[in-house]
């Protein structure tokens, strides 16, 4: 029965596996990461996107233009904008990403980038890959890091999200056996959960944080999620100082709102599709996902974005000046840390909690009765500008112990 339809399948997996062998045999040269201090010049790109991309991009790069003002008058950063990461040329070219943006982004040392839309199938549109995990593929950004942080509620987590397998890895090259059967494939691989969780507990003892939280369904996806934890286990025992802790994906959706345990948490890892929903999770806890930045790193690129997708209802509702820059502005928070910029980040890092937890004279509301986003983000350059910063924000969080 089915004899064709089952060898089809079988040529199909082998070329997966021979890709995925492939894969591998790269990831094992274990690439040391670029040092940006040893540069002439960081290139930053800057890429719109879809929908309020470029809206919210247009401001996030005025917000990193005036933090690093003098390094671009001194020729050491230029921020470069790529043009053409757009759903049109995207289906133009019927590609993730145009050859010619991959040429202009492979030119880039870090990259700032604007939501893009994923082509929706059943709305008719062409079956093109999201750009977002083709770029993260492409580029092995294999760390998706997204912070939440809410100071009323004592919550500050780091998430590690593997970013290039599990679900992901071959999203778009499952298998209609037959009209009835559909396979998907989900890849894990020793050398991706190293690098992941290594990352996590590298992160942890340079931050200073003393738990590091593995998240899996270990007891049901046995083989690849069980590699995941006992990998991770392996790797815990190089940081003893650090309590290394682990839950299921079900429970522990439960326990982020669980406002008893929640604040506990600090550093998260985990495979790919739980880090996706969980990041979701915890970013309505700080506001939304419009608050929430997400960088995406690799040995040698990086990529910085927003958590949430392009909204084109916002822009054919004619809503687009009012959407929320946050989170791509904390993603250029995020960029400046990685790139070396620790002071500019940590006061950017500062004005954002000001200027949304805080203080809060300027609010969005996503709609013509709240600020537009560029009023909120000159709310922004000019907290950020305050020469009493420091002491400002820590008068905020006093202000909070005491109540
Ligand atoms: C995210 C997004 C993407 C993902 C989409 C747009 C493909 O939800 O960055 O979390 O699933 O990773
Ligand atoms: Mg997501």
Redesign the pocket.
Known sequence: MYRQEIEAAKAHFARILEAQLQRIEGMKQNESFIDYQKLDKIVIGIVGGDGIGPYIAAQAERVLAALLADQINAGRIELRTIEGLTIENRIAKMQAIPDEVMGELRQCHVVLKG??T?PDQSAGMPNIE?A??YM?RAFDLFA?IRPVRVPELNIDWMFFRENTEGE?ALGSQGLSVTPDLAVDFKVTTTQGCRRIIRAAFEYARLHGKKRVTVVTKANVIKTTDGKFLSVAKEIAKEYPDIVCDDWYIDIMTAKLIDPSRRSEFQVLVMP?LYG?IL??EAAQIQGGVGTAG?ANVGTRYAMF?A???SAPRMVAEGRAVYADPSSLIKAGAMLLEHIGFRQEADRLQMALDICSQFERKVVLTGRGDGATNEAYTDYILETVALPNLGERYQGFLDQLRSQ
């Open positions: 939501p893009t994923t999201s977002n995990v993260r998706n992901y790919n996706d990041t979701d997400s974005e958590i949430h997708g």
